[in-house]
Nanobody, 122 residues
């Protein structure tokens, strides 16, 4: 499955963005999905994950209450709604697919899209 992330951009602190991840070459309903982010010079960090059916979600402590992951299996997409953005949220955001479960470690995901840049200005 090929993943394509979009929706990044430049936003002021306190603003919001909605990232989308579209899939081709496969059906996302068969995969747990996740979002990760990577800031310059830092490791790729877990942001959020959602189960195949959408009933289970997980979030990094740093984004709980501000970000919401969701999916629309009929449209083959996964989204990350981000509110109350902070400069520390600045990073390249990646979506990823996992064949089973709702993992939070990057190494447990099987497919990755290219990233989309999110920049939050202070």
């Amino acid at each position: 499955v090929q993943l394509q992330a979009s929706g990044g951009g430049l936003v002021q602190a306190g603003g919001s963005l909605r990232l989308s991840c579209a899939a081709s070459g496969g059906t996302l309903s068969g995969y747990g999905m996740g979002w990760f982010r990577q800031a310059p010079g830092k490791e790729r960090d877990f942001v959020a994950a959602i189960s195949r059916g959408g009933g289970v979600t997980r979030y990094a402590d740093s984004v709980k209450g501000r970000f919401t992951i969701s999916r629309d299996n009929a449209k083959n997409t996964v989204s990350l709604q981000m509110y109350s953005l902070k400069p520390d949220d600045t990073a390249v955001y990646f979506c990823a697919a996992n064949r089973a479960g709702v993992p939070t470690r990057a190494r447990d995901f099987d497919y990755w899209g290219q990233g989309t840049q999110v920049t939050v200005s202070s």
